[in-house]
């Protein structure tokens, strides 16, 4: 038999609702895994008695006849979400010990639905990483290791790093993620999961701590496409509390899956073929348009001629609004106070924030300080936003063509801790696959597809139009039964 | 354009960052390499592009102008720093 911890959401859902074991099994065997499974570094803090309550919950509720859509189901929480009670650190020194006396809509939702909380998971600071190597609680390290014997510790991608190394290491079934600039994909792909983020609006942003909000949204992080598709459908909804929540019904995803891709066409975007592009990465896309073929769809070359544009705007736009976002770490209302002796207001605000800020929080608040300064708005800040525009359009006019879009989600396999960190560009060119849709924007998806010849995943990436989640999943799904992917990392972490 | 030592004092002091002599000598370069990529941007022709705001249309909306809230004071001030009488407490302001 599958070992409880092995079983992916629905296969948990399903097997406690036929009484294969309790609520409370599931919760002690994935509460043992978090426990077991330290060197990972996937938790700031781990709730067990919170995945505990809800399995008893859920126990009660079976035995009464009134299931809920995820009872039995524990999950990770990304340390961004504030969840009353339990503290909320967005992985920082300034908001270490925050206890938020308020629960963010989305793990609202989640918890009404029947889940259970194993921990809060770790991530870059503030969301700011493509690696987590900015946590002020240390790196987050995939469960993964390159076959040459080497054991060098890798990056699990970020900034929702610890979501995917937990999910990859099976220690939690599912997780919730946040996605600015590829945050939920890219780690995704690193680990041999499959993420999706939604339409900008699906899910609301009440009681997530800010990054950048026009680009910020959260998502969903599991084993499979069908599991991303539950997660999602009971985080998303309209939430008057936040004002760019849409308000729009949320589509039964899950009951509509179907790989079938008769009648649909999928673009296939000419510049995404980047130079020093890992040839496995090119091969990969090349093998997932045939997968897609054979599911039916019809294959159309496309062009979105901004872009090799996106990662700069993106660049521009993400930490202006970081640096207005974070205004609010000041000492005054929460989080870290530094009071030096005889400090005036001036100085405690300088001081703290100089204190509880890592290097690359305050790097994007200087850029973004910079580009928002008298005399550089319009030509940073202004500039982005009509190449924003630009950029929105070409997707526009690529899905007067095509369904969706088909693209490499990362122009790597994982890397190692340190081998990136001490060059910052050279780390964002890593979001350059994810960080378009995220300006337009628009749902995108990462499912694995394949290994490399270090026997890293690799994943790729389906792109679709506004509020067509479905389709998304769809391709997915499709692209998922055909590869196959079955690796696991092999468990060297487990005590 | 390039960023100077007395550039990146001035933006720090305007993100209210204290920042070292040390911080100020890595970050000259850093922020110039940052800067420098992003001026690629100059080569996009955007004449009457409209900067775009909300990337997905959406309506304002409008609540009615009624009290949601309130009497949350311990609440709101169960996470500050120093909290004196029902208040958030800062360093003297006026002397």
């Known amino acids: 038999m599958t070992a409880i911890t092995d079983l992916g959401l629905a296969g948990l859902r399903d097997g406690f609702r036929a009484g294969d074991f309790s609520a409370r099994e599931i919760a002690d065997a994935f509460n043992g895994a978090v426990a077991g499974a330290k060197a990972l570094n996937a938790f700031i803090i781990e709730t067990p008695d919170h995945a505990t309550a809800a399995a008893e919950a859920a126990d009660r509720a079976r035995a009464a006849g009134e299931l809920l859509p995820l009872s039995g189901v524990p999950l990770g929480i990304k340390d961004l979400f504030c969840t009353a009670g339990h503290q909320t650190t967005a992985a920082s020194h300034m908001l270490g010990g925050f206890t938020p006396t308020y629960e963010s809509t989305v793990t609202g939702k989640l918890f009404a639905a029947g889940a259970g909380m194993l921990g809060k998971l770790n991530l870059d600071q503030f969301a700011m990483g493509s690696s987590n190597e900015t946590s002020a609680y240390g790196n987050v390290v995939s469960p993964w290791r390159r076959n040459d014997g080497g054991n060098a510790p890798l990056a699990p991608g970020g900034s929702s790093g610890g979501s995917s190394s937990a999910i990859a290491a099976r ?221 929105a359009r070409d997707f526009e006019e690529a899905f007067r063509q095509v369904d969706v879009l088909l693209t490499p989600t990362a122009p790597s396999a994982a890397f190692a801790l340190g081998e990136k960190s001490a060059d910052p560009l050279e780390m964002y060119l890593n979001d350059v696959f994810t960080v378009p849709a995220s300006l337009a924007g628009v749902p995108a998806m990462s499912v694995p597809a394949g290994l490399d010849g270090q026997g890293l995943p690799l994943g790729l990436q389906i792109i679709g139009r506004p509020l067509d989640e479905q389709g998304v999943l769809n391709a997915g799904l499709a692209i998922e039964q055909r590869a196959g992917f079955t690796a696991k990392p092999q468990n060297w972490w487990a005590k | 354009m390039s960023v100077d030592a007395a550039t990146v004092r001035k933006i720090a002091s305007l993100a209210r960052i204290a920042v070292t002599d040390g911080d100020v000598e890595a970050m000259v370069p850093e922020l110039n390499n940052i800067l420098g990529w992003i001026e690629q941007l100059g080569e996009v022709d955007t004449d009457g592009v409209a900067p775009l705001a909300a990337v997905i249309p959406n309506h304002q909306r409008l609540r009615d102008d009624v009290v949601t809230d309130g009497n949350i004071r311990d609440k709101v001030l169960a996470n500050a720093p120093q909290a004196e009488h029902g208040f958030f407490a800062v360093p003297k302001v006026i002397e």
């Open chain 1, 171 to 391: 220690i939690v079934p599912a997780a919730t993620g946040t996605d600015t600039g590829g945050s939920i994909r890219q780690p995704a792909a690193f680990t041999g999961i499959a993420g999706i983020k939604p339409t900008y609006g699906r899910c609301s942003r009440f009681g997530i701590v800010a990054f950048a909000s026009s680009l910020d949204q959260a998502g969903a992080m599991a084993q499979d496409v069908r599991d991303s598709a539950i997660l999602l459908e009971a985080m998303s909804g309209f939430d008057p509390k936040d004002s760019t929540s849409l308000d729009v019904a949320v589509p039964k995803w899950e009951a509509n899956l179907s790989s079938d891709l008769k009648g649909k066409k999928v673009g296939i975007p000419k510049e995404y073929r980047v130079d020093n592009m890992p040839a496995e990465i090119d091969a990969l896309w090349r093998q997932g348009i045939e997968w897609l073929r054979d599911a039916g769809a019809e294959i159309v070359d496309v062009s979105l001629p901004h872009t090799r544009y996106a990662l700069p705007t993106y660049y521009i736009i993400a930490p202006a609004e970081a640096s207005s976002n974070l205004a609010r770490y000041d000492g005054v209302r929460y989080g870290l106070r530094d009071l030096p002796e005889g400090a005036n207001l001036q100085e405690m605000y300088a001081a703290t924030r100089a204190a509880g800020f890592g290097p690359e929080v305050k790097r994007r608040i200087l850029i973004g300080t910079y580009v928002l300064s008298a005399g550089y708005y319009d030509a940073y800040y202004t500039k982005a936003q009509k190449v924003r525009a630009l950029i």
